[in-house]
């Protein structure tokens, strides 16, 4: 289930694997990066089928964490060790899935330098998420390339990386996307700057240690259309945010985006790339950029869709991380991470969401 690399090894998978416990569509994989060992870009796939500054200027109960800084040592510029990826199908009454709607991106080495390092998970949703989620995976960072070739800018190339890929996305003919779509998120390391755009409500933390502790700092929130930037986006382009209503009028369940006069499309989610129809009423492309510079008490950053966090809230998702590391090597961390998730799905309902991890070691050690 995990095809791993030496440092001197180039890297492998093994796709679309069956698992014995879950009948499931797994993939996983490791590498280990030298500071001075330069490869070619590689794209890693995911299994197919559903199996990642602008300034933020958010509310403070959503804001993603700053960290204070504590030391002044240096950290050697190469910010990536090691990383560890992982994804497993959803069950639905216990019987797998037809689609693994997860898919995710590991290119260390991108555009052939070697401090810079490209990750990122993608969680389609709707009928055709699946396609959605593997295009982005497949065109962004092909997208990311070329615009650097000119754009200097770190922020601003995402983000025209990010609107490209989807204006493209909403282009193609052969599959209907009105109402299909996928989150996104990104981290790309730049020597030891930390760039992180996203859309929807996958999520990315980075591990900071403190004394014997790892605190974990958010660096993404979830575009929901509660927000009252994301409502007030909306409602300007003539959409409605509220949940759905009972037969009796009663509001039940968090807040949605519909047609202003239709009971369409109910999205939980306020920027997305895909879901064509939806454009009309602001659900948007638009990524926010979180941009960081790591220190030397910077360790681990863990992304993963929303199916890995349902039941794992960050602190634990560090502390069982540094457990399952302890007891064995970073590259089954990932793994192991996405099984206690799924087994935490399974102990609490009947079904089981995709649930894919990508796990990068930073630690100068």
């Not at 964490?65 to 216990?94: C, D, H, L, M, V």
Request: hydrophobic content about 30%.
């Amino acid at each position: 289930m995990i095809a791993s690399s030496s440092l001197s090894e180039v890297d492998s998978e093994k796709e679309d694997q069956v698992s014995p416990m879950l009948g499931s569509r797994l993939h996983g994989k490791s590498f280990a990066l030298s500071p001075v060992l330069c490869q070619p870009s590689v794209l890693s796939h995911g299994s197919r089928g559903r199996c990642g500054s602008f300034p933020l200027n958010l509310p403070s109960n959503n804001s993603p964490e700053k960290s204070p800084r504590k030391s002044t040592i240096s950290r050697p510029q190469n910010a990536i060790r090691n990383y560890s990826s992982f994804s497993i199908i959803g069950t639905i009454n216990g019987i797998t899935k037809n689609h693994n709607q997860d898919d995710y991106l590991i290119m260390p080495q991108f555009c052939d330098r070697d401090t810079r390092h490209l990750f990122g998970v993608f969680d389609g949703n709707g009928e055709f998420g699946h396609m959605v989620s593997s295009y982005i995976k497949e065109k962004l960072p092909y997208n990311l390339e070329v615009i650097l070739d000119t754009e200097t800018n770190m922020s601003n190339a995402l983000k025209q990386a990010f609107l490209q890929t989807n204006e493209e996305l909403l282009q193609l003919e052969n599959v209907n996307f009105n109402s299909s779509g996928s989150t996104g998120i990104i981290v790309l390391l730049e020597g030891n700057s930390l760039f992180c755009a996203y859309l929807g409500d996958s999520k990315a933390i980075l591990g900071r240690k403190e004394g014997n502790k790892i605190k974990p700092i958010q660096m993404t929130r979830e575009h929901k259309p509660s927000l009252p930037e994301e409502k007030s986006r909306i409602e300007s382009c003539g959409g409605r945010v509220e949940p759905i209503l009972d037969e009796n009028g009663n509001r039940n369940g968090q807040d949605r985006v519909w047609f202003k006069y239709e009971k369409f499309p109910g999205l939980a989610f306020s920027r997305n790339f895909g879901h064509k129809a939806s454009t009309r009423i602001g659900i948007v492309a638009e990524p926010e950029v979180y941009v960081y510079e790591l220190d030397v008490e910077d360790e681990y950053i863990i992304i993963g869709t929303d199916g890995l966090w349902e039941f794992i809230p960050n602190d634990e998702a560090l502390q069982l991380m540094q457990n399952f590391i302890s007891s064995s090597e970073l590259e089954k961390s990932a793994e192991n991470l996405c099984f206690e998730s799924y087994r935490r799905w399974k102990a609490n309902t009947s079904h089981s969401d995709d649930i894919t991890a990508v796990i990068l070691d930073i630690s100068a050690k």
